[in-house]
């Protein structure tokens, strides 16, 4: 992103504010389930039927996400996405800096890791955001 402030600083002050405990993020899920773009599940089955592979990497957070995936038919294995921590009472206690996307320029960290990891000379990204402005 192009702001003053690196998009793990933003992310870490935006998640401290809300704290949102394992309970919250479910109950959030329950009312108001991801929504997929029209024409979205059909491009993911056309492509499967011609066996290419899909991957989802986002700058949303696994529990979302992962729903998303299922319904697309992306497996779990090829999603990428920031991953809430939760403490053993299911409070909020951070997320995983390891994950690309919860860094400035991770989601095109990403991508290359994809091809690099599956050989992967070209890969065709469908994006909703700025933050895929940054993936060559």
Sequence with gaps: ???????????????????????????????RPPRISPGMADL?????????????????????????AFELGIPPENITANQLLFGTLGEYV????KEPTSRSGGKAKAVQQI?????YKIVVMIGDGTTGLEIE
């Design 115 to 119: 091809k690099q990891d599956h050989g």
């Design 94 to 97: 951070g997320f995983d800096p």
């Design 44 to 68: 993911v089955k056309k492509l499967k039927s011609n066996n290419i592979d899909v991957f989802l990497v986002s700058g949303g957070f696994r529990h979302m996400i992962k729903l998303v």
């Design 1 to 31: 992103m192009t702001g003053t402030v690196p998009f793990e600083e933003a992310l870490a002050a935006r998640l401290s504010l809300i704290k949102p405990s394992h309970s919250q993020v479910e109950e959030c899920l329950e009312k």
